[in-house]
């Protein structure tokens, strides 16, 4: 069983819909979140992260950590169709020293103009 | 300031061959991971270093793979006799001191294995 699990999509929206991605992690041990975003062919591209329970939000971005459900989410408000790529979900059990970051698959969104 | 860099861009390598991947972490970055990511999917941890400690190389698949940071900036991963398997994107991050958990991608790059 894969630790951070998030649906593979495709999630497609109109343009200026929310798009809503969800993820779910197994590891109790986790203390932080990051999505990325990675368009086609590129590296993955770190634009939020939340460490404490409840929201966050940065721009358009909401992220979302509920720790007593094991959920992370990320809203986009207004989608755009530059929004349009994979977006990797990812935790970091720091408890150790080692950093590392334990990725879902990705959902593949879809912004329609 | 200067990202991640990380060459070759792309490397086609015939079975059986050897392969050397370099990676150029961000200046004053201390923590430096290696991830392997096939076609589809997220990308699996590889390995980790701190300065040039190697301190967790659980990720790294078999013995072929190899990887070192003799001096605590560039890194090598190293691939022996390489297999179709291998076939993937490897991606290189970095972190800093201050923000031990917030890593910096590379460009990755793309091995084909023929």
């Known amino acids: 069983q894969k630790e951070v699990e998030q649906n593979s999509g495709p999630l497609s929206v109109p343009e200026g819909a929310i798009a809503s991605l969800n993820c779910t992690y197994s590891?109790?041990?986790?203390?932080?979140f990051f999505w990325y975003r990675q368009y086609s062919g590129k590296s993955p591209e770190l634009i939020m992260f939340i460490y404490s329970n409840g929201d966050k939000e940065d721009g358009r971005f909401t992220a979302q950590l509920n720790k007593a459900s094991q959920y992370v989410s990320l809203l986009i408000r207004d989608s755009q169709p530059s929004d349009s790529a994979t977006y990797l979900c990812a935790g970091v059990n720091s408890g150790g020293s080692n950093y590392k970051l334990t990725f879902g698959k990705g959902t593949l969104l879809t912004v329609n103009p | 300031g200067a990202g991640v860099s990380q060459s070759p861009r792309y490397k086609v390598a015939k079975r059986g061959q050897d392969v050397a991947l370099r990676c150029d972490p961000i200046s004053g970055h201390v923590s430096l991971f290696w991830y392997q990511q096939a076609l589809g999917q997220g990308p699996e941890f590889l390995t980790y270093f701190q300065n040039e400690a190697q301190l967790d190389k659980s990720g790294l698949p078999s013995d072929r793979f190899f990887a070192e940071r003799p001096e605590g900036s560039v890194s090598t991963l190293k691939i022996q006799r390489t297999q179709q398997e291998d076939s993937a994107v490897y991606l290189c991050?970095?972190?800093?001191?201050?923000?031990?958990?917030?890593?910096?991608f590379g460009p990755g790059t793309r091995l084909t294995v023929l």
């Open positions: 991050a970095s972190s800093s001191p201050t923000e031990a958990d917030t890593q910096y």
């Open positions: 590891d109790r041990g986790s203390q932080s």
